[in-house]
């Protein structure tokens, strides 16, 4: 029987509605622990080549380093590690994006060849808002981060009439890598609402938590019409989380919205656990996505192996002691240090492969039974 027009079409918008609507809804518990279940225990770093001060310097043609990036990412695989969290910017996409999105397959082959699995973050708030196409600039001696850029910069993030502009960036990117074996996960968004206190604090708009909210819900709802085989996250950053009703707004869109939870901590051991504990409630996977900070409290002994005992990944702050400067604290932009510190804050070797500390790679090469 051939049913009227109208009741045929409102069984089509039915039909599409709840398929959008699966579409758009984060992924089921159940399908977030298969995932898991199927994929090793992500245990890494996060990763910019030493070459690079920024994201840009990173991802642009004239810049990019695969000859550093191999050397290093070999030097990764050597301790065992099996995923990088690696920083894209939209900045670098929109002028090259064809040449862009071939850097970035051809660094997947890179990590590929290292048996290393990449987590991509999109956006990111943290340190300097006013980033530029083109050369950048030199480090400034004993900064910590001194040149790296936030994702978009703050012209965009302060505009809530552009936040559009970025969705070919991340509908472009997503696309291209979303069905691919190499891509780990999809990070959104690192501390959208970070202030960058004291770096750029005068700086920043008073409203940004707001307006980075308002682009955090938009990057979810255009990572996911993509429909990526890989899961969503949006990392929270301000612990421990113990009470669902004292979280903030992006703290609640980011553990409702991604797929698997991830996190940062760079605390003692004990407050890495009460992270842990709380984030349990979520009953996804949970992925560690920034640690490891020595002076304060951070180390590897024993918070990775707590991180594998409890099945949470692992992908500690910084590599390879680089133009970054992260083997300097955060307190470097308030009194910038004449040489280099004795204890590093953050990265495990220097640029000529040897380790910061043999004993500490030694420790990481057991957790991950890389053989000595």
């Not at 002028?95 to 060849?113: C, H, I, S, T, W």
């Not at 308002?214 to 950053?237: D, I, N, Y």
């Not at 760079?266 to 900070?293: F, H, S």
Request: contains cysteine; glycine residues 6%; proline residues 8%.
């Amino acid at each position: 029987m051939n049913l009227p027009s109208l009741v045929r079409r409102a069984l089509l918008l039915m039909f599409v509605g709840a398929l959008w609507a699966a579409q758009a809804a984060p992924w089921s518990t159940d399908r977030a622990a298969f995932w898991y279940g199927e994929t090793t225990w992500p245990v890494g770093c996060n990763f910019t080549p030493s070459t690079a001060i920024n994201q840009l310097e990173m991802w642009q043609a004239d810049t990019f380093d695969p000859t550093t990036i191999s050397r290093e990412l070999r030097w990764a695989h050597g301790l065992g590690f099996n995923a990088v969290r690696v920083f894209l910017h939209n900045l670098a996409f929109e002028q090259d994006p064809e040449g862009f999105l071939k850097r970035v397959d051809q660094f997947l082959r890179l990590a590929d060849k290292n048996q290393i699995k990449v987590m991509f973050v999109l956006f990111d708030s943290c340190w300097n808002p006013f980033p530029k196409v083109g050369r950048q600039p030199d480090p400034v001696p004993g900064i910590h981060n001194s040149g790296w850029v936030q994702c978009p910069g703050l012209e965009v993030l302060g505009d809530a009439t552009r936040h559009d502009d970025l969705a070919p960036y991340v509908k472009t990117v997503t696309r291209r890598f979303k069905n691919d074996s190499r891509v780990l996960a999809w990070d959104l968004f690192n501390e959208p609402d970070n202030m960058n206190r004291p770096s750029y604090v005068a700086a920043e708009p008073a409203d940004k938590p707001d307006l980075a909210l308002a682009l955090l819900k938009k990057a979810f709802a255009w990572a996911r019409e993509c429909e990526p085989s890989q899961p969503l996250t949006a990392g929270v950053w301000v612990g421990p989380w113990g009470d669902p009703e004292k979280l903030s707004a992006v703290e609640k869109v980011s553990l409702t919205e991604s797929d698997v939870v991830s996190f940062h901590n760079y605390g003692w051991p004990d407050d890495i656990r009460v992270c842990v504990q709380n984030l349990k409630r979520y009953k996804r996977p949970i992925l560690c996505t920034e640690y490891m900070a020595r002076p304060a409290g951070s180390s590897f002994d024993p918070i990775l192996r707590y991180l594998k005992q409890e099945k949470v990944g692992a992908m500690n702050w910084g590599f390879v002691s680089g133009k970054t400067q992260t083997v300097y604290p955060w307190d470097s932009w308030e009194k910038p240090y004449a040489s280099e510190p004795e204890v590093w804050f953050h990265d495990i070797i220097r640029s000529d492969g040897t380790a910061f500390n043999a004993v500490e790679v030694d420790y990481i090469k057991r957790v991950t039974k890389r053989r000595l």
